[in-house]
């Protein structure tokens, strides 16, 4: 196929709002190696920006957001997590460690897993207690672990 030169310039401008478009997007990847895979919905970032005054980080997680839907609500819900942390790896997340030795047992749908060199995580489950999302912690203040779990974590409760 011969191109003329205006087809050619409509081609790249195109392919210029394309990357434009899609380059306020990031891939599942790298949203997950950020920490944002369980801030699934935009309005779960405008809760983030309240706690957390990063702008950056703000940014990040609009990246990685899906727009809510009336339906939504915002309200996705899990029956049970799992906080997954290297042992070894713990004394450099004071928060976290707090948050293990002071507030787990105020939670009894959580389970601590010790694991080698993973970084701190909260692996979410439904109501037939399988893996549904992951979700970096690194940075989290222990009242924001304990929040999120309130608000999130409903026991015998399925995932809306």
């Excluded at 030169?5 to 380059?23: D, K, N, P, W």
């Excluded at 997950?32 to 920006?49: K, M, P, W």
């Excluded at 990040?60 to 997954?84: H, M, N, P, Q, W």
């Excluded at 042992?87 to 948050?99: C, D, H, I, Q, T």
Aim: aromatic residues 8%.
């Amino acid at each position: 196929m011969v191109m003329d030169r205006s087809m050619a310039l409509r081609f790249l401008l195109l392919c210029g709002v394309l990357a434009l478009v899609l380059g306020d997007r990031l891939g599942a990847r790298e949203c997950e190696d950020l920490g944002f895979t369980g801030l699934a919905l935009c309005s779960d970032c405008n809760a983030f920006a309240e706690y957390v005054k990063d702008e950056e980080l703000v940014s990040d997680c609009r990246k990685c957001c899906s727009e809510d839907s009336d339906d939504s609500i915002s309200k996705v819900t899990f029956s049970g997590a799992i906080l997954e942390v290297c042992m070894r790896k713990l004394v450099f997340y004071p928060e976290v460690a707090s948050f293990i030795e002071e507030e787990k047992d105020d939670f009894p749908y959580l389970k601590i897993q010790y694991a080698f060199t993973s970084p701190p995580k909260l692996i979410m489950l439904d109501s037939n207690s399988h893996h549904t999302e992951t979700i970096r912690i690194d940075n989290w203040k222990r009242e924001h672990i304990r929040q999120f779990l309130r608000e999130k974590v409903k026991p015998g409760a399925a995932e809306i």
